[in-house]
């Protein structure tokens, strides 16, 4: 999770100082726009396994080169 990450961070840049419900926030925002718009937007869980995401990632944009 989020906090997990910066902790691993030898230094901090201004958007890590900011507190944690700034991003709880942000985070809403954006998973309300997806869910209005899944045609536009996908949701990937970033505390899943990163090769596990890396291959859905792919996956979801092959799909997208063969609509094109």
Same mark, same amino acid.
């Given at each position: 999770?989020?906090? +997990?990450?910066? %902790?691993?961070?030898?230094? @901090?840049? $201004?958007?890590?100082?900011? /507190? #944690?419900?700034?991003?709880? +926030?942000?985070? %809403?925002?954006?998973?309300? @726009?997806? $869910?209005?718009?899944?045609? /536009? #937007?996908?949701?990937?869980?970033?505390?899943?396994?990163?090769?596990?995401?890396?291959?859905?990632?792919?996956?979801?944009?092959?799909?997208?080169?063969?609509?094109?």
């Amino acid at each position: 999770n989020m906090i +997990k990450r910066l %902790k691993l961070r030898k230094s @901090l840049n $201004r958007y890590d100082k900011f /507190k #944690y419900n700034f991003y709880e +926030k942000v985070q %809403k925002g954006y998973l309300k @726009l997806a $869910r209005n718009n899944m045609n /536009k #937007y996908k949701i990937i869980n970033s505390d899943l396994e990163i090769n596990h995401n890396k291959k859905k990632i792919i996956q979801l944009i092959d799909k997208l080169l063969w609509i094109i």
